[in-house]
T-cell receptor, first 111, second 113 residues
Framework: NAGVTQTPKFQVLKTGQSMTLQCAQDMNHNSMYWYRQDPGMGLRLIYYSASEGTTDKGEVPNGYNVSRLNKREFSLRLESAAPSQTSVYFC??????????FGEGSRLTVL | TQLLEQSPQFLSIQEGENLTVYCNSSSVFSSLQWYRQEPGEGPVLLVTVVTGGEVKKLKRLTFQFGDARKDSSLHITAAQPGDTGLYLCAGPYSGGGADGLTFGKGTHLIIQP
């Protein structure tokens, strides 16, 4: 009953360091998404992938890259982390236009 | 950019009271969804409304989609402490569902025993 699994759940980085957030879903969904959630800003779409092999920018893509490794996995990479990227990151999957299923989130702090 | 504005931003009431929260936009949406998020977890879907004027009930929660499909409301009858959470409305980006959802900023609801 895993659904959407994100790793790591918590991470602290120094400015300029890089890291990759991993996401995997076991529901055979075609579409996957990365959102960030900040106080007072709500959930904002960073990147999405409508199918294996395709990725597209969302509302706030700057400073991020993504890889749709296969149908199950969609990773988010920060090449040079900045304090403005301190946030809670959520991965989600769906078979549009249906429900989005979210992971539990990855809390990232950039010092 | 399609914006969804939710009000109120924060609401704290006593157990047993009724409440309504709102989700408004200047854009027409083909559908709207309501999610509830609890601390430390991701949002979970409560309902999807598709037809203008549609009303859906989920136990003590009543969801309505405006006739013009620009707004929606969530009414809770006899609120319980278990209703505490962040309520988010969301609609598809103009490109369709495959492009993801745009979310309102949410209503933080606290039900005090």
């Amino acid at each position: 009953n895993a659904g959407v699994t994100q790793t790591p759940k918590f991470q602290v980085l120094k400015t300029g360091q890089s890291m990759t957030l991993q996401c995997a879903q076991d529901m055979n969904h075609n579409s996957m998404y990365w959102y960030r959630q900040d106080p007072g800003m709500g959930l904002r779409l960073i990147y999405y992938s409508a199918s294996e092999g395709t990725t597209d920018k969302g509302e706030v893509p700057n400073g991020y890259n993504v890889s749709r490794l296969n149908k199950r996995e969609f990773s988010l990479r920060l090449e040079s982390a900045a304090p403005s990227q301190t946030s809670v990151y959520f991965c989600a999957s769906s078979d549009p236009p249906g429900e989005l299923f979210f992971g539990e989130g990855s809390r990232l702090t950039v010092l | 950019t399609q914006l969804l504005e939710q009000s109120p931003q924060f609401l704290s009431i006593q157990e047993g009271e009724n409440l309504t929260v709102y989700c408004n936009s200047s854009s027409v949406f083909s559908s709207l969804q309501w999610y509830r998020q609890e601390p430390g977890e991701g949002p979970v879907l409560l309902v999807t409304v598709v037809t203008g004027g549609e009303v859906k009930k989920l136990k003590r929660l009543t969801f309505q989609f405006g006739d013009a499909r620009k707004d929606s409301s969530l009414h809770i009858t006899a609120a319980q402490p278990g209703d505490t959470g962040l309520y988010l409305c969301a609609g598809p980006y103009s490109g369709g569902g495959a492009d993801g959802l745009t979310f309102g900023k949410g209503t933080h609801l606290i039900i005090q025993p």
